[in-house]
Each structure stands twice: as C-alpha cells, then as structure tokens.
C-alpha cells in the first residue's frame, strides 16, 4: 500500500526557534500533498495544500510566514514552524494521494508531536 | 459548504461488543466521497474505507460493516465482536469537488478487556 513517511515523530524546541518537518511519499509520487493539526482530542484540521513546483493554498486563519511550507518535489513536502511559540505546540499531520482524482482515497503519515518549551 | 457531524464524543464498551459510530454529513454536492479513518494511540491516520455518493451498497469486511443511507445523510460504521485493538478515535471524512477532506470531530472507542 501506499506509505507516507514523515521525521521526526517528535521533536522538542525552545521559544523562538525553528523547526522543519519532512513528508514524503516513499513509493509513490505526489503532486499535492496536505498539512493537517491536530489540537489534542480535536479533529485534525487542514492548514494548507501543498503544491509540487508552487506556492502552497493556505486554509483561512493560517499565517503563512509562520508556517512555511516547502515542495520542491514529487516525493518530498516540508512543513517549517518559524519562532516557534508555545501555542505551536500540536501534532502535525501530512498527507498525500496516490492519484490526482480527488475521490482517491489520503494516506497519512505518522505524524509529528511538537511540544514548544 | 461541507460539514461532517459525529455526535457520539466516546464510547465505551467491554469486549465481544458490538459498537456501532454515527456519521452525518452536509454537502450540497451531488457527487461526494465518504471515508473513514482509524487513529489508534501512536496517532497515525489508517484508511479504513471510502464509499461514492452513488454506491449505497452496504459493506462487511471482516469485523467492520458499514450502512450508508443517502436519505438520512449517514454513513454509519460497526464494529462486531470488539476487541482490546479496536480502541482507537475514527474518524469520519467526506469531500466532494475539491481536494479537500472535511473530518467529523471524531468518537473514542474504548474496548475493556
């Protein structure tokens, strides 16, 4: 089946730093891929559409300096949380379809818990 | 508009049960996709199934079956025969004519030995 994978699966920073998450499509190539948060024992919600070769679509309310969204290739999204504050504090999910048709079913990756100290 | 409604925030139940999840939906569109998801505590997000608008067949797959009724807007999930593995939060989804995926806040299911 169709594998997502995405690093780290955890990660700890301090106040004002800057943290970079990976997602990548590990035997299939994605044109889009999607950010997704998750707030603890909340439905995860859609942050932004990451887009192969262009700028991401960002969701409304989300600020787009603060979270930088990088997808230089088929395979590869990142997702970079600049001066990170401790209300960035989430698990970050991304996602990805196997085909370009919108009924294909999204393959998640494991997510990434960022606790912000 | 596109709105996904699971009014069901946990439930419990003592294994060999049977649980069933409630899925309402929203959409203007005549053409849509239902899905649901399992997150089990390691918080990854497992495909379970995905069901057109078009397609009201019910389905069993093992232990799961699900009733999708277009007249009622729902796509309601069971689990039969519960076990320990099933605890998990599941989350219903639906999208229709873009790429995105609207989630259902989702339902706790707790399985006790």
């Known amino acids: 089946g169709a594998v997502v994978s995405q690093h780290p699966s955890r990660v700890i920073c301090k106040s004002g730093t800057s943290v970079k998450i990976e997602c990548r499509s590990l035997?299939?190539?994605?044109?889009?891929m999607f950010w997704y948060r998750q707030f603890p024992k909340q439905s995860l919600m859609l942050m932004a559409t990451?887009?192969?070769?262009?700028?991401?679509?960002?969701e409304q309310g989300v600020e787009k300096d603060k979270f930088l969204i990088n997808h230089a290739s088929l395979t590869l999204s990142t997702l970079t949380v600049t001066s990170a504050h401790p209300e960035d504090s989430s698990f970050y999910i991304c996602?990805?379809?196997?085909?370009?048709?919108?009924?294909?079913?999204?393959?998640f990756g494991n997510g990434t818990r960022l606790t912000v100290t | 508009a596109q709105k996904v409604t699971q009014a069901q925030t946990e439930i419990s139940v003592v294994e060999k049960e049977d649980v069933t999840l409630d899925c309402v939906y929203e959409?203007?569109?005549?053409?849509?996709?239902l899905f649901w998801y399992k997150q089990p505590p390691s918080g990854e997000l497992v495909f379970l199934i995905r069901?057109?608008?078009?397609?009201?067949q019910n389905e069993i797959s093992g232990r799961y079956s699900w009733n999708f009724q277009k007249s009622t807007s729902s796509f309601n999930f069971t689990i039969t025969a519960s076990q320990v593995v099933d605890s998990a939060v599941y989350f219903c989804?639906?999208?229709?004519?873009?790429?995105?995926?609207?989630f259902g806040a989702g339902t706790t299911v707790t399985v006790r030995a």
């Open positions: 990451s887009n192969e070769g262009s700028k991401a679509t960002y």
């Open positions: 959409t203007r569109d005549t053409t849509y996709y």
């Open positions: 989804a639906l999208n229709s004519n873009d790429y995105k995926l609207s």
């Open positions: 069901r057109n608008s078009f397609d009201e």
């Open positions: 035997d299939f190539q994605a044109t889009t």
């Open positions: 996602s990805a379809r196997t085909a370009s048709s919108y009924n294909s079913p999204l393959h």
